[in-house]
C-alpha cells in the first residue's frame, strides 16, 4: 500500500490529498516525518522540465526513501515519462520514452565539504544533496529525467535533416538545391586550405 501525500506551502495542515492528483506542483517532505521503516509514495503530475513557462512535462514515479543514519537517505523507484524533444537535425517534435530506475543516496548539503581546495570524489558525485529539514521529491525527480534525455535528440535514427541552403525538411521531400562540394565552404574547408598553403 502506498502513502501518498505532500506539503501545502498554503495551508497549515502538512498532509493534503488533493495535492498529489494529477497536475499538482510544489510538493515536500519534513526529515522529521519518514519513519524508520521508509516511506513509499507515487507520484502522477506534471513538472517543468525545461524551465519554461508552464509545468508540461507529466510523469508518473514510485518512490521510496529510507533511513540510512546520519541524515542519509537510500532513494529507489522507478520513474516513468514522455517528454516532448526537439530533433537536432530537423526540428521536429517528438516523444521520448522513459522508463528508468532511480537508485542512489541522498544526504544534507552540509556534509559536503565546501571548501576552495576541495575536489568531488566519485562517491560523492553519486549522491544527491539536499538543503533543510526538507527533501523536495520533484527536484531529484526533474534531475533524474533529465540526466536520462539523449544528448543529441532525433526522431529517428536515420533523419536526413533540414538543406543547408533552403531549409526544406529532406525526410519528406527533395529540394532542387545544388552542393557544389568542391567550393562549399565550411570550417573543415577552411582548415584544409591552411594546411594546403603551409606545404606550398
Known amino acids: ?25 510544489e510538493m515536500a517532505i519534513k526529515i522529521n516525518d519518514i519513519p524508520p521503516e521508509g516511506l513509499t509514495f507515487e507520484l502522477d503530475q506534471k513538472l ?21 543514519g546520519e541524515g542519509i537517505y537510500l532513494i529507489a523507484g522507478r520513474l516513468r515519462s514522455e517528454p516532448m524533444l526537439e530533433c537536432s537535425r530537423c526540428l521536429k517534435s517528438f516523444s521520448f520514452r522513459i522508463n528508468t530506475e ?26 544527491e544533496f539536499y538543503h533543510g529539514d526538507e527533501i523536495e521529491p520533484l527536484a531529484f525527480v526533474k534531475e533524474q529525467l533529465l540526466i536520462s ?38 570550417a573543415f574547408s577552411a582548415l584544409k586550405d591552411v594546411f594546403k598553403k603551409q606545404k606550398e
Do not use: R, W
Not at 3 to 19: G, R, V
Not at 108 to 113: E, N, R
Not at 150 to 174: E, F, Y
Open 102 to 127: 532511480m537508485d542512489f543516496e541522498l544526504a544534507p548539503a552540509s556534509s559536503l565539504k565546501t571548501s576552495p581546495e576541495h575536489e568531488l570524489v566519485g562517491a560523492e558525485l553519486d549522491v
Open 48 to 68: 517543468n522540465l525545461f524551465d519554461k513557462d508552464t509545468a508540461s512535462t507529466a510523469f508518473t514515479a514510485t518512490i521510496v526513501i529510507k533511513p540510512a
Open 149 to 186: 534525455l539523449p544528448m543529441v535528440p532525433l526522431h529517428s535514427p536515420d533523419c536526413k535533416g533540414l538543406c543547408a541552403s533552403c531549409g526544406a525538411d529532406l525526410n519528406v521531400t527533395t529540394c532542387g538545391c545544388k552542393k557544389d562540394v568542391e567550393h562549399e565552404f565550411s
Open 1 to 25: 500500500m502506498y502513502s501518498l501525500f505532500s506539503l501545502d506551502k498554503t495551508q497549515a495542515s502538512l498532509y493534503n490529498p488533493e495535492l498529489t492528483a494529477f497536475g499538482a506542483i
